[in-house]
């Protein structure tokens, strides 16, 4: 039977995980602690651990769960920003799930835009107090409205056919543009000079790290919306909120923050909130803040437990071979040379 340490179990990450483990023989021990260093022992007699986006599992932490025995990390996530492929090279296998559910994001980071440029979030607390006045909650139209997404992967795609959809004007940047497609993608500070609303698809690198800048905010247009359903670390903070205050930045949809690691996916409503740029931005009536929750639907949860279940599979019953492994060797994390036909290492 092979066994798998869970870390930051949720209640609605055991049905699906329980459901694919059950149909396979494969034992989950159920977690709430996040990996860590100081957590990473718990791991010991498992033969893989199974992390979400805020565990830890830098250097440290991967010598001491290969000491432990363990031979496997299977993210339940596509991003990996949050491993050290590279320290993990040589000792344990890096599995991830790259596309659980791409529709799932882009339609949330819709579904901001549109609850924050329509005042949807402000009208639905006055209804509830039967206040029916209409004073203040004036937005604006999207169709004609340029659109910049950064980042033109599964996600970024999503989200462009749906803008298209409302009838925007749809430009695009990207580390890796595909010529081949329609999209018209342009030089990034063009993006950030034209657009009246920029929406962030790109994985967190050392390359996409505080993409937006206060640089990059003086580039923009005055009163463009940023959403940001990808990774929090793609926005300086403390730029954002200098745009915000400056007027500058009209609006901020943000379903991850880049310090988000000891907030989110917590109940904290007993608490001081001691990160004050969070609660700052929090208390701005042109912010709207999610939990990272962009994922969060029964069809991604279940393709989650489905995919993650299935690569732990691969590896331990094919020879340590897994198409959705993340290798360091060949240079091309997500993409091996060697087509996934042998063992990495």
Known sequence: ?????????????????????????????????????????????????????????????????????????????????????????????????PAYSPYAVAEHAMALLLTSIRRIHKAYIRTREFNFSLNGLAGFDLHGKTVGVIGTGKIGRIFINICRGFGMNVIAYDLFPD???????????????????????????????????????????KGVVIVNTSRGGLIDTDALLGGILRRKIGAACLD??????????EDRSGHIMNDEALARLISMPNV???????????????????????????????????DNELCYRCGNIERCRKERKERCF
Not at 256 to 265: P, R, W
């Open 1 to 97: 039977m092979i066994k798998v340490a869970f870390y930051d179990t949720k209640e609605y990450d055991r049905p699906g995980f329980e459901r694919y483990g059950a149909q396979h023989g494969m034992e989950f021990l159920f977690l709430e602690t996040k990996l860590n260093e100081d957590t990473a022992a718990l791991a010991k007699g498992c033969d893989a651990v199974c992390v979400f986006v805020n565990d830890t599992v830098n250097a440290a932490v991967i010598d001491r769960l290969y000491e432990e025995g363990v031979k496997l990390i299977a993210l339940r996530s596509a991003g990996y920003n949050n491993v050290d492929v590279r320290a993990a090279f040589g000792k344990l296998h890096v599995v991830h799930v």
């Open 256 to 265: 991850v923050y880049e310090e988000e690691a000891d907030v989110f996916f």
């Open 179 to 221: 010529r081949n497609s329609d999209i018209e993608y342009v030089p990034l500070d063009e993006l950030f000079g034209k657009s009246d609303i920029i929406s962030l698809h790109c994985p967190l690198t050392d390359e996409t790290r505080h993409l937006i800048s206060a640089d990059a905010v003086e580039k923009m247009k």
């Open 288 to 322: 709207i803040i999610t939990s990272h929750q962009a994922f969060l639907t029964e069809d991604a949860l279940n393709n989650i437990a489905e995919t993650t279940v299935g690569n732990i599979l691969s590896y331990f019953e094919n020879d340590g071979i897994c």
